[in-house]
């Protein structure tokens, strides 16, 4: 198995960046794939985007495109999340998970392993 753990939230501006890490540790971390999502409070758990394993490909939702850049980093085990022109509404608890499969799915329920996540808030 693998164990994942986000860092990098925090507070930022409207139209600010922040970057997040999601660091594996455990089984080789190019066995899987990895996806990131988000929960606002009182709202269900989002999709926001994934990587292949090898990094060649990623997926992402309408509402992050052009905004979002997911990439990784095999060798140092990391995958990061690059948040570009943040909005009041990106305001969420931010998590990343893993799976063994072969392309990112958007449903929570296909990741075996996940992350403590990480707050980011984004004030207007």
């Known amino acids: 198995q693998v164990q994942l753990v986000e860092s990098g939230g925090g507070l930022v501006q409207t139209g600010g960046s922040l970057r997040l890490s999601c660091t594996a540790s455990g089984r080789t971390f190019s066995e899987y794939i990895v996806g990131w999502f988000r929960q606002a409070p009182g709202k269900e758990r989002e999709f926001i985007g994934g990587?292949?394993?090898?990094?060649?490909?990623?997926e992402y939702p309408d509402s992050v495109k052009g905004r979002f850049t997911i990439s990784r980093d095999n060798a140092g085990n990391v995958v990061y999340l690059e948040m570009n022109k943040l909005k009041p509404e990106d305001t969420a608890v931010y998590y990343c998970?893993?799976?063994?499969?072969?392309?990112?799915?958007?449903?929570?329920?296909?990741?075996?392993?996940w992350g403590q996540g990480s707050q980011v808030t984004v004030s207007s």
């Open positions: 990587i292949t394993r090898s990094g060649a490909s990623t």
């Open positions: 998970a893993a799976n063994n499969g072969i392309w990112p799915s958007p449903r929570d329920s296909s990741y075996a392993y």
